[in-house]
């Protein structure tokens, strides 16, 4: 469905970049889950990103959960979330109506919706509306959490600096959680702030890679043929607004791999059967295989630039420049890592009730 996401635990999106709000409705939750309101307001925060290498945009992200909560749990009847928009600046978009963004989402909504849309700030096509899917996510997160699931989400690379991959077999996801944006080596972080830096004032932008790894889920998870967990989860980041390509375990270098190179041998590890390497990304036949779940995802350089760019002016066709001079986010991949793990959350929390029902928090089978 159009704004809806999953099958059995369902996220529906609503709102625009400069609307008075934006939100989500959660459906399919177990009910009687104690959600921790504080942890949700940390996540919200480490969406903001640093202020040195983040959109001037600040926003407080206030959740208001306004139905599906009563006496601090879940009550498995629809939770909407809302969060009301504060720091709009629409005059910042009013040349953008007539002379689209290159590789924005300006022109393809305003063919789509016949000019009818709020297109200021980017609409409902704007990164603003990964601020309330951040906080369904987290709120899943803590369920997940509860039942021994683990989700981290680190930069793989910026441009072409490159932190180290996550180890496929036991990710360092404790490692990473608490630093935002989150990178496994240190001195990666400083040359990112640097090239940031560098990118910010040449009026242009950075694109880059995320790695997420998911530990604990048990095996068997996952519907063939159309909703394999590769595919249930490739759905879910190409809502991440920029993300651009999608690889589970090793990916596209499988293709230079033999068979004896690429193939995990199982192995029985204190009776558990496990598998020696990770190139399957913890997925086979579309379900999961017990292994950490691991893929990379590659995220645009943002479209809005300082620099002027060719566009065409709606009103008469004529080629014309155009030189943006809104706030906007100079690298969004290295914002995009809560929200990542946030959409994997509803992924694997989609793919539980699934399997086991609305109270799957009750049957995990462990
Ligand atoms: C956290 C985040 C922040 C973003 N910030 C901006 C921004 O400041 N300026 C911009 O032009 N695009 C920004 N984007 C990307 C655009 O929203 C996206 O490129 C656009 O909607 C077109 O979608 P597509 O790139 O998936 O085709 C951001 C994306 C994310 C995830």
Redesign the pocket.
């Known amino acids: 469905m159009r704004n809806t996401f999953g099958n059995v635990l369902t996220v529906t999106l609503f709102g625009e970049s400069h609307g008075p709000e934006t939100g989500c409705v959660l459906d399919g939750l177990p009910a009687g889950f104690a959600v921790d309101e504080e942890q949700l307001k940390a996540d919200m925060a480490k969406?903001q990103?640093l202020p040195e290498l983040s959109?001037a945009?600040r926003e407080a992200d206030e959740i208001r959960i306004v139905s599906g909560l009563y006496q601090g749990k879940t009550t498995g009847t629809p939770l909407t979330i809302m969060i009301a928009n504060q720091n709009v600046r629409r005059s910042d978009y009013d040349e953008l109506t007539d002379k689209p963004?290159p590789?924005?989402?300006d022109y393809t909504q305003y063919v789509r919706y016949r000019g009818y849309s709020d297109r200021s700030g980017?609409g409902h096509?704007?990164?603003r509306l990964?601020a309330p899917l951040t906080a369904a996510g987290s709120l899943v997160k803590q369920m997940l959490v509860s039942a021994g699931i683990e989700i981290g989400t680190h930069v793989l690379c910026l441009g072409d600096l490159n932190d180290r991959p996550f180890d496929a077999v036991q990710p360092e996801i404790r490692e990473i959680s608490e630093k935002n944006p989150p990178v496994l080596e240190d001195a990666v972080l400083a040359e990112m702030k640097a090239a940031v830096a560098a990118a910010r004032t040449e009026g242009d932008s950075l694109g880059g890679e995320l790695e997420t790894a998911i530990c604990g889920l048990p095996v068997g998870i996952g519907e063939p043929f159309f909703d394999t967990v590769e595919g249930h989860f490739a759905k879910a980041m190409?809502a991440?607004?920029?993300?651009?390509g999608i690889e589970f375990g090793a990916g596209f270098e499988l293709a230079k791999m033999k068979g004896s190179q690429a193939n995990d041998p199982f192995v029985n590890r204190e009776g558990k059967i496990e598998t020696e390497a990770n190139h399957s990304g913890g997925i086979n036949g579309g379900l999961t295989n017990g292994m950490p779940v691991i893929f990379r995802t590659v995220?645009?350089p943002?479209?809005?630039i300082g620099l002027p760019q060719k566009t065409v002016r709606l009103s008469d066709g004529e080629e014309t420049t155009l030189t943006i001079h809104?706030?906007?986010?100079p690298a969004?991949v290295l914002?995009?890592p809560v929200?990542q793990d946030a959409m994997s959350c509803l992924v694997i929390g989609d793919l539980l009730a699934s399997f086991y029902g609305v109270q799957w928090l009750e049957k995990i089978n462990r």
């Open positions: 969406r990103g959109t945009r963004r590789s924005h989402a980017g096509f704007s990164a990964t190409f991440i607004p920029g993300v651009k995220y645009r943002t479209p809005s809104g706030r906007h986010d969004i914002r995009a929200i």
